[in-house]
């Protein structure tokens, strides 16, 4: 028989009050993953817990996100920002038949697709000049 390699285990009660060392792993026997402890973090970091939310302060992705399903939440806040390079665009429809983007010089919203473009409002409804507030169009 082979041999067995056992880590430091415990419900996720027992992890939320104990503090790994660096580079220690553990077993979360109620979540069922591996959490990951820097020697500061209280809980440590679980890697994966399958079909539940797992939060972490900050994330960097250096590669592609793919994210599966019908609802992404970015934030909970009243103002959220969302930020572009140049060039980047924000693409809707299944043929990516609205675009909104800068390509460094000017602004665009552009919609190749087969229907209208409707842009709607509760009250008034202004195109104005960004530097003197001059409108445009009401």
Sequence with gaps: ?????????GTTLEHNTFTGAVGELTVDTDRKTVVVHDGSTVGGTPLLV???AVSFGNLTVTGNLTVEGTTVTLDSATAQTVDLGDNDKIRL???DDLQIYHDGANSYIQDTGTGGLYLKANADFYVQSQGTDETFIQ
């Design 1 to 9: 028989m082979p041999t067995a390699i056992q880590f430091r285990r």
């Design 50 to 52: 399958g079909g539940e």
């Design 93 to 95: 429809g299944d043929g």
